[in-house]
């Protein structure tokens, strides 16, 4: 259970520049929900992700993760509850460690990393096994640098890394965005496969509507900093994009066109 | 060159050849261009030298030493993470309040250690060899301890964590790692190896100065870009090796440079922190030219 009330972040406070990302966020997500997050550029969604993954002080409000204040804990303290994939592939991989290394340092994910060794002969199997879900045939590869990779490659060994110890939640950002259309089907199928099985407690942001509505269990809507849209279950499973782009009009007041970017998606 | 020549050059690139391998850790590992070297290699120096002299051990002042710099690290690192101060200006702030920490230590510019025991003298009469073999081989085994050390700990949990530190930080902080933490000790070593160093080297030529440590990060740059270029840095653990070895063939390229001569005019030892900043430039340049040089020939 996660319990997020009345977040606000403002960045360059002061400052000519002031932009306030998130104008008071409210979201209680239930266990094994899978939650998928719309709204145009700028409307806050990758700063909210980034706020419940710590990289940086609220200004107000309150982050609750099942029963535990976790308002003030830091980035790499979340990190023990918290799988993240980022929409840059060079972000979630160590690109000078091979890849065995890069799975023994998630391994030990929020765990204490002591002298032994950093990478042992029976999580080799283990890794293998894992490797082999992906069906890439990386599992032949454990010695391979990572940086060698394709950013397809790399995101799928990210979103491996992400939940190989389970996360009590899941953070997606635009994940697939910066790949070929045939990579980015396979992430997100990787994807589907790994939330669903596993049952994970995800958030994912997408540009892409038939995404959003055909992907979990619930889909939300930001704009301007606000969660404007919370659409649950059964009212998902029969939404269509127009419907969708009907009710953002909608709530604008029909004072603006719907962005070019939210349409193509 | 004379074969006294080389063996002096491969006795002063072990000399500092720990320090070496603490640029390597900063420069190389953590990504973290540490200019308290320059400080810290006459910290160890001073540290060891005021121990010798008030009646401790040559060996256990080499380890006060190590000690000392390993708080000076820590210093530049807390500067740089706590403070937020960009790294460069934290371990020059860090390197200028050293000269001054330094005087303090000896209580003037300079000391000698003249008719002192030091470290150097006892492993001689141990293995009763020639001093011009004994210094060499003494600095040689204490250097490859450290390396073998080092392998030992960057496969480690701990040590896999410290290499992500200086290659994806968001990464590593993603799997629950304090890089801050990591950062300050990491930068705490590498300056622990380099005051070690200077404890090797004040032994060494039985002296500590307050200005022996000017041009220590550029040397140590210079060593570990000729290290990997001649032995490759294809693993951490031949990086490590290839910048011990890069140390040794840094002095012996400075002696054979040192005994040249064209027409009249020589090169003295004043013109070797000018010869190395111009090698370094160079080292650093080479790639880009490299890559633009092939890059041009492939569109033709
Ligand atoms: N680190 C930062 N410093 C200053 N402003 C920022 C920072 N991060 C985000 N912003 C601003 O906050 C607002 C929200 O940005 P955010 O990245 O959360 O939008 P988004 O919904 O993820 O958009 P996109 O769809 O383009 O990724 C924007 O106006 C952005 O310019
Ligand atoms: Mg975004």
Known sequence: ?265 | MTFYAFFGAVEQGFAYGLMVIGVYLTFRILDFPDLTVDGSLPLGASVSAVAITSGHSPLVSIFMAGGAGFLAGMITGILNTKFKILHLLASILSMIALYSINLRIMGRPNMALLGQETVVDRFREWTGMLPQHSTPLLFAVICFAVVAVLIWFLHTEQGLAFLATGDNMQMITSQGVNTDNVIIFGVGLSNALVAASGALVAQNQGAADVNMGVGTIVAGLASVIIGETVFGDKTVSRALVAALLGSVLYRIAIALALGMKLGSFSITPSDLNLITAVLVVVALVMPRIKRKFLAGRAVQ
């Open chain 1, 1 to 265: 259970m996660i319990s997020v009330t009345g977040m606000i972040k403002a960045f360059n406070k002061g400052d000519v520049n002031e932009v306030t990302a998130l104008s008071g966020v409210d979201l209680e997500v239930a266990d094994g929900d899978f939650i998928t997050i719309i709204g145009s550029n700028g409307a806050g969604k990758s700063t909210f992700l980034n706020a419940l993954a710590g990289m940086f002080p609220i200004d107000a409000g309150r982050v609750v993760l099942d029963g535990t204040d976790i308002t003030r804990w830091p980035e790499y303290k979340r990190a023990a509850l918290i799988g993240r994939v980022f929409q840059d592939p060079l972000l979630g991989t160590c690109a000078g460690a091979t890849i065995e290394q890069n799975l023994a340092m998630a391994n030990k994910r929020g765990l204490k990393r002591g002298l032994g060794k950093g990478v042992r002969t029976r999580d080799r199997e283990f890794f293998r096994e894992k490797l082999a879900v992906l069906g890439l045939g990386l599992e032949d590869r454990l010695k391979t640098h990572t940086g060698l990779l394709s950013g397809g490659q790399r995101q799928a060994l990210t979103m491996l890394m992400a939940t190989l110890v389970r996360p009590k939640l899941l953070l997606l950002d635009e994940h697939t965005a910066a790949l070929d259309p045939k990579t980015g089907a396979m992430v997100l199928d990787l994807t589907d496969e790994i939330v669903g099985t596993e049952k994970l407690t995800t958030l994912m942001v997408t540009h892409n509507m038939k995404e959003a509505i055909a992907m979990g269990n619930r889909l939300i809507m930001f704009h301007r900093g606000r969660i404007v849209l919370d659409i649950k279950s059964e009212e998902k499973k029969n939404l269509r994009v127009e419907d969708l782009l009907q009710r953002f009009a909608d709530l604008r007041g029909g004072d603006g066109v719907v962005s070019d970017r939210m349409l193509l998606g």
